[in-house]
């Protein structure tokens, strides 16, 4: 693993714009950066990335199934019981879900760390999947980085197949809803639409603010169009509190991602991960706060709400001192108190390998930098190449 300072495009702006990627300057700062690009060999993609990503999915997976057993882990991760028959209803009926992101810390010298799962609303997506490939290609065009590389990216391929096979016929039509005003969600959720598209289905793009309740109790959208199939780029945490929560049940739709997704977007996972396989070399000792095992970790840990995005309430604690925090909105569920994960620094940039999986399946990578080592929504997005 090595950071290269590769010369920008010269139109790399008119390039990113071309694709649709609106989003590549966020209030004047860069978040596209071109300028900087990760190479890997291909046997530390298969071996410390890929390999590793398809086997924390399936313990994720089976501690799905384990959770939704048991009341007490459901209460302990601070899920409303109005909706724990929902999500067992999801799990059972084995509704598909379609993309997440796993978060890892990696310097290419030891195993690569689960820093979190990004399970239910990931971001990052569109450039992960195709603005970093088509800088891949231009750039070997150009000689900007060596001819003949590869880049670990199945992503765009995988969620067109994944949209065929979500529901055994197609649905009459597949609702996108997520926050229009936000111009990163809004690319994210256009991305997926245009997948879905591919893949064959009919779709409708709307505001989470559009969707309604029909006089029978089903979701509406602006257009009194019944909502049978439903993807929304809006947490499940947050769609539990909002004055329709307690119709998800009765509402007769179908979501991606599904109801049982809520018990991995919660960072309780990474504490119930390490319980169920301590010592696994991609888990970091992760003890819910109020455990009193956590006094393992000592005076250096990472504090992290249990729920929480884009770094906001999570604190680097070193030595007992908080070296870096995030505010926010969050914590009032609880925290998980984490080892300190071995983050590399690169001229004092710190990346977080973002390892994304669809319907499962290990697919591709994205790596966004940040000047801490706490990633932040001010975390900036580079490419990378494998060096063949």
Request: hydrophobic share 40%.
């Amino acid at each position: 693993m090595n950071r290269l300072s590769p010369r920008r495009r010269g139109d790399w702006q008119a390039a990113v714009e071309r694709l649709g990627f609106a989003f590549h300057t966020i209030e004047g700062d860069l978040y596209w950066d071109e300028s900087v690009a990760y190479s890997f060999t291909l046997k530390e993609i298969e071996q410390d990335i890929e390999a590793p990503t398809g086997e924390i999915e399936a313990l994720c997976l089976s501690f799905v199934d384990r959770a939704l057993r048991d009341d007490a882990i459901l209460t302990r991760l601070a899920i409303p019981p109005a909706h724990w028959d929902l999500l067992r209803q999801s799990w059972q009926r084995g509704d598909r879900n379609l993309y997440g992101r796993l978060d890892l810390a990696y310097d290419g010298t030891g195993p690569a760390k689960l820093l979190e799962y990004n399970a239910d609303t990931p971001t990052a997506l569109f450039e992960a999947a195709v603005v970093q490939w088509d800088w891949l290609e231009q750039a070997m065009e150009q000689r900007l980085i060596s001819p003949g590389c590869d880049q670990f990216n199945s992503i765009h391929e995988r969620l067109i197949e994944a949209f065929r096979q979500l529901w055994p016929t197609l649905p009459p039509r597949l609702h996108f809803a997520a926050d229009l005003e936000s111009a990163e969600d809004r690319g994210t959720v256009e991305y997926l639409r245009d997948c879905a598209d591919q893949a064959g289905h009919e779709t409708r793009l709307l505001s989470i603010e559009e969707i309604g309740l029909s006089t029978d109790g089903r979701f509406a959208d602006g257009e009194s169009e019944v909502i049978s199939h439903l993807f929304k780029l809006y947490p499940w945490e947050w769609l539990f509190r909002e004055a329709y929560g307690s119709a998800l049940a009765g509402s007769d739709c179908r979501f991606v991602e599904p109801p049982w997704k809520a018990v991995l977007l919660n960072k309780g996972l990474l504490a119930y991960l390490w319980e169920m396989e301590p010592g696994h070399p991609n888990l970091l000792p992760t003890f819910f706060e109020t455990d009193p095992a956590a006094s393992a970790l000592g005076r250096s840990h990472v504090r992290k709400p249990l729920y929480s995005r884009e770094g906001a309430n999570v604190s680097l604690v070193v030595d007992g001192e908080v070296r870096d925090s995030g505010g926010g909105p969050y914590g009032a569920e609880g925290f998980v108190l984490q080892d300190v994960a071995r983050m590399p620094s690169f001229g004092g940039r710190y990346p977080v390998l973002g390892s994304w999986l669809v319907a499962s399946q290990p697919c591709g990578l994205g790596i966004r930098e940040d000047e801490t080592p706490i990633t932040k929504d001010s975390s900036r997005f580079v490419p990378h190449i494998i060096e063949l």
